[in-house]
């Protein structure tokens, strides 16, 4: 068996507002190294909240969720923080690209304040992860400058900077089109294959889920199947 | 490297809204450069006054009073002690305006270490003669050269030499005001008629301007021995001993040492010039009160444009935490930009304070109270620019910490859930 990347315990998660309302209902999961899983499910039935729990960023819930074999329970913000800098690379449905920077200064960001190269060495890192996605020719540009599809590599490839030991995606392919979504299915996929990399992707494409190698599927908050493709 | 990340994203954020940024250091600007010219206007316009009569004044006075004598004959009467007497006789003397044995204090105030200079003083009421027409008035019989050291005499003869006073036998500096009504020239002679009754001819020396102009209408100079000469007494007659100490602030407690000691009165600087330091005070207080406003007003702008920035940049916040920036790092990044904001407009405050100060220290002022005076004066006094930065520095501090707070604990999950 290999190592395990992330596991979720019973994990349980009510919103009171405006009543109590059970979001997720005893989740159990678990996700090893290098493999690519996707998470399935009609809208409103909790997975962004699931993906908000499962990268730290959401610490009201209920039940265990162990990130590398650690506990995630009683961390500071300041740990969780750390946690999400150095093992989680998160590409949301919207790109959240800094106009302010460059492409390749937004792509750094993280790798620097993760502190453990030096600024050229993060420059050089971030220019290998734009080169892998196709885009290091807009390395200087305005993030406002690119395409929506063009975004959303820069925004893998600032999810790739820290090496992570896992990328979430809460449905990253959700703007774009038929073409892009390809683009970055082959991205992840190669991610996968090649440099077993560990992907947890929301999605609402079944084409996408079917050539994954795992589909988690959600109703009402509860994990009804567990589909192993390959 | 850090503070270096924490610095970028900070640049970048005031870059994006350069021109908010730049507004609110303004206010930063105008509010240390008003700061600055004010203190150091008013600063110079104290020093001004209280240099008027303080560079002047003695800070210990020592003198004889009219009073009358304490115990009347019929206090000693043991008969009638432990009644209530109201019989009261025996009235002041004449000669109680003298101060007796001055040549022994003066020694003793010349070997006293606390004191930097004594200049002795006779007081002598006069009438200055205008054809047949008197009016009264005073000549001060001083030591020139004590006079010139301790008290700038010099600086307020504004005609004629002062130095002649001392050597010519008989001669006077007129105040000006006098001069003017008596028409007397340097080198007239004019006469005065002494308490005594005596009629004496003064050779008129130089004019005395002292910038009081009721002052200068009745007070002229002549030495000491002109004055003992003008009231037949001996050259030993004194009625003050002005004394000049080391620390001022230890003037009060001398005076009443030395009333004890040599048992004249004694009065110090600070009781006889006591409206001079309430105005001051007040002046300063007024100053800093308006800076300090203005610093105020400037802090709400900087608050506001942190609140408008941290609205606007809340996706830039949440990916930042989302990446794995913590909360006292987006708090710092908004601190750092409150900071930056106040440095560098309060620089550029007490750099534009120090110019305004020195085109208003450029400014004529001419007036004929004032002779010394040609323009407006400026007090350039470290400790108001020391004060101005760190207020700037405090003010936008605290203008940042709150939007910064707010900012570090934004939730992520809400702001990208907003989308
Ligand atoms: N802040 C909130 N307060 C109350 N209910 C919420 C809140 N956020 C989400 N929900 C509810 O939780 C459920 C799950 O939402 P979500 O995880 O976004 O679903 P999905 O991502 O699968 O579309 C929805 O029914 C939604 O209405
Ligand atoms: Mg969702």
New interface residues.
């Given amino acids: 068996m290999s190592e395990l990347v992330l596991e979720a315990r019973n994990v349980n998660k009510y919103f009171h507002d405006p009543v109590t309302n059970q979001v997720l209902k005893d989740v159990n999961l678990t996700i090893e190294k290098g493999v690519f899983a996707t998470v399935m499910g009609k809208s409103g039935c909790g997975k962004?909240t699931l993906l908000?729990i499962l990268?730290t960023?959401?610490t009201e819930y209920e039940g265990e969720l162990f990130i590398d074999g650690v506990n995630m329970r009683n961390r500071t913000?300041?740990e969780l923080?750390?946690v999400?800098?150095?093992k989680i690379g998160?590409v949301?449905?919207?790109h959240?690209?800094?106009?302010?920077?460059s492409v390749i200064r937004n792509v750094m960001?993280?790798g620097?304040?993760?502190?453990k190269y030096s600024?050229k060495e993060v420059e050089h890192k971030a220019y290998e992860k734009l080169k892998l996605l196709g885009i290091e020719s807009e390395a200087l540009k305005k993030p406002n400058h690119l395409s929506g599809g063009q975004k959303q590599r820069v925004a893998i490839a600032?999810a790739l900077i820290n090496d992570p030991l896992i990328i979430m995606g809460d449905e990253p392919t959700g703007n774009l089109d038929k073409k892009n979504s390809e683009v970055v299915y082959e991205i992840f996929n190669e991610l996968a294959e090649r440099y077993n990399q560990s992907l947890l992707i929301v999605t609402h494409d079944p084409e996408f889920a079917n050539r994954t190698h795992r589909i988690i599927e959600m109703v009402d908050g509860a994990i009804t199947n567990i589909v192993k493709m390959k | 490297m850090k503070i270096k990340l924490i610095a970028t994203v900070s640049f970048s954020l005031m870059l994006a809204r350069l021109k908010q940024t730049t507004v609110a250091a303004v206010g930063v600007t105008f509010g240390i450069t008003m700061f600055i010219t004010l203190l150091s206007f008013m600063g110079g316009l104290n020093d001004l006054l209280d240099g008027l009569i303080t560079k002047r004044s003695p800070h210990v006075r020592l003198y004889n009073e009219v009073q009358p004598s304490e115990m009347q004959p019929v206090d000693i009467l043991p008969q009638y002690a432990g009644c209530h007497n109201f019989v009261s006789s025996v009235k002041p003397k004449n000669e109680m305006s003298e101060i007796y044995n001055s040549r022994e204090i003066m020694n003793t105030l010349k070997r006293d270490s606390r004191v930097s200079g004594i200049s002795p003083k006779i007081t002598v009421q006069v009438f200055y003669n205008i054809g047949s027409i008197d009016f009264a008035g005073s000549i001060n019989g001083i030591d020139v050269d004590a006079e010139a050291r301790l008290f700038s005499f010099s600086d307020y003869v504004t005609t004629g030499n002062y130095i002649d006073l001392k050597n010519t036998p008989n001669s006077i500096i007129l105040g000006k005001g006098v001069a003017d009504k008596m028409l007397a020239d340097i080198g007239d002679l004019i006469q005065v008629t002494t308490s005594k009754g005596e009629r004496v001819q003064l050779k008129v020396v130089g004019y005395f301007q002292s910038g009081l102009l009721d002052l200068d209408k009745v007070q002229s100079y002549a030495s000491i021995t002109t004055a003992q000469k003008l009231l037949g007494e001996s050259d030993s007659y004194i009625t003050d001993i002005q004394i000049k100490v080391n620390d001022l602030e230890m003037a009060p407690e001398l005076a009443k040492e030395y009333a004890s000691v040599f048992e004249t009165n004694a009065i110090d600087i600070q009781t006889a010039n006591a409206q001079f330091e309430t105005g001051s005070s007040v002046r300063t207080l007024i100053s800093y009160a308006v800076g300090i406003t203005l610093l105020i007003v400037a802090g709400f702008g900087i608050y506001n444009i942190l609140n408008m920035m941290i609205y606007e940049k809340m996706d830039s916040i949440a990916i930042l935490k989302a990446t794995g920036f913590s909360g006292s790092d987006v708090k710092n990044v908004f601190i750092l930009i409150a900071l930056t904001i106040g440095v560098l407009g309060g620089l550029l405050g007490l750099l534009f304070g120090f110019c305004f100060s020195m085109i208003i220290d450029q400014i004529p002022f001419v007036t004929a109270a004032l002779p010394t005076i040609k323009t407006y004066a400026i007090n350039c006094n470290p400790k108001f620019y020391i004060i101005a930065i760190i207020f700037s520095v405090v003010t936008t501090y605290l203008a940042g910490y709150f939007p910064a707070k707010k900012a570090s604990k934004l939730d992520p999950v809400i702001i990208i859930r907003g989308k």
């Fill in positions: 962004s908000y990268s960023m959401d913000e300041k923080a750390r999400r800098n150095e998160f949301f449905q919207f959240y690209l800094l106009n302010e920077f960001l993280p620097l304040k993760l502190e600024e600032r």
